[in-house]
Nanobody, 123 residues
């Protein structure tokens, strides 16, 4: 069973950038589709970006053109580069792994989750 640990969160001003990292252990991420999700206070967890085993990517409309997901299978790492951050991007961001073979951003398709990292964007 893969274990996931996120890092890289923090506080930035609107328009700033952050790079989130997800370190996997106990299993190789090559066996999984990977995704980033977020959950703001009082809101449901939502998909942000996903990347398949073949490096095909998918983004939620609200981050297209601003966020980039990538994976380094050799290093067992997944990244989320976040640019042009907005206050509405404030949330806890989670890395997740799925055994699905579709490029999904549905939370129920992901079975392994990290503990999350807080991102706060101030105006």
């Amino acid at each position: 069973q893969v274990q996931l640990v996120e890092s890289g969160g923090g506080s930035v001003q609107s328009g700033g950038s952050l790079r989130l990292s997800c370190a996997a252990s106990r299993s190789t991420i090559m066996s999984y589709q990977m995704g980033w999700f977020r959950q703001a206070p009082g809101k449901e967890r939502e998909g942000v970006a996903g990347i398949t085993r073949g490096h095909n990517t998918r983004y939620a409309d609200f981050v297209k053109g601003r966020f980039t997901i990538s994976r380094d299978n050799a290093a067992n790492m997944v990244y989320l580069q976040m640019n042009s951050l907005k206050p509405e991007d404030t949330a806890v961001y989670y890395c997740a792994a799925s055994t699905s073979w579709t490029n999904t951003l549905n939370t129920y398709d992901y079975t392994h989750w990290g503990q999350g990292t807080q991102v706060t964007v101030s105006s």
